[in-house]
């Protein structure tokens, strides 16, 4: 069976420029840090980030828009990072707005093999503008379609060997979503045990779903 | 009208913390919302929810006590309470959309007579983003809006039509300002109560929007 850990040379060697990602983290929290440093380490370029947000200038995916390695984001928020309100006003960083709990479900929908989902988040807003609404029973939903990535870049604090995960607290946020969504799905992990040592009643996403693992700096 | 902005925003804090009853799941916004966790009222226990995946939610930890992997949605530190519950974002946002959030506390940029909410962004000037602002505003049974009455500049933020773009659709049902409690009714803006050291003409004079002012208004149940 394969051996899926591998460094994170190994990793980022796989990532073309210009590849879509979608990379782990709310605020940095739960991010791969070391995933993220290989891609600046390497200069990867005209990339397209889908995340939750771009955290800070020095943390998480921050780091990649201030080292102007990003052509798109898609996120809910941009509000912390000065750097990505920049380069949108230059024009060199294209940015698309999602409201968060409709980036969750996107997201959710690519890994689980559906076409989007319905959602009132966002009618008669800004937000609706050439999308296709459907009324149900009475009630107005947005069809927002799902968002598949060519690599999932997560943070998992566990992992056996076979790439079961277990998350830890406020790290997990779209972690266990990304795992589904990425054609080639890459887990940083703080701890990895034996096959057998995690109860499978604490197993948060299945090991199907994990290509790779990358050992990550536990602290 | 009250002078003090501090004073101002623990006036808002604390006349929102009344809102909450025992049990509720609340979720507050960044700013001024925030502060109401520092008022529950004694006897009234609720259950805070943060969009990046916590249900009982508590305080920040004592300094030395952070956990990089326990955060609230500004990304500070905060605690667990005994009974609380972790999960990911789709989970968060079930929470939220499907209604399973008692009330959320929000601020505001502007709310409109029809009890429409813009408070994600100013074109051209600030652009963060909605993050989960949208989503809390369609989807929580009550929806409250913590702000100051006006902007620096003197403008009103309670105005006629919102001119910035909006949040939801969905009314609000009650504004906390810093000079009134405004519930937003099928008739248009009932003013129910003025804060303390503020009078009625200082409410009329600084609200754009047409407000409903029945006979008595009483003084906000606030200490300064």
Redesign the interface.
Known sequence: MKNKLISVEQAIEMIPDGAVLMIGGFLGDGTPELLVDGLIKAGKKNLTVIANDTAFPDRGIGKLIANKLVKKVIVSHIGTNPETQKQMIEGTLEVELVPQGTLAERVRAGGFGLGGILTPTGVGTVVENGKQKITINGKEFLVETALKADFALIKAKKADFLGNLVFNYTARNFNPLMAFAGNVTIVEVDELVPVGGIDPNEVHVPHAVVDYIVRGNAK | MIQDPKIGRTVIAKRVALELKDGDIVNLGIGIPTLVANYIPKGVTVFFQ?????LGMGPAPEPGYE?????N???SPVT?LPGAA?????T??GL??GGHVDITVLGGLQVDEEGHLANWMIPGKL?????????LV??AKRVIVAMTHIEKNGASKIVKKCTL?????RRVDLIVTNMAVIEVTEKGLLLKEIAPQTTLDEVLKYTEASLIVPEQVPTMPVSL
């Open positions: 943060s969009e990046n995946g916590i956990h990089p992997n326990l955060t949605a500004g990304g667990f972790a999960f990911d974002s789709a968060s946002f939220i959309r652009i963060p983003g909605m993050g989960g602002a949208m989503d369609t989807g773009p909006l949040t939801s659709v």
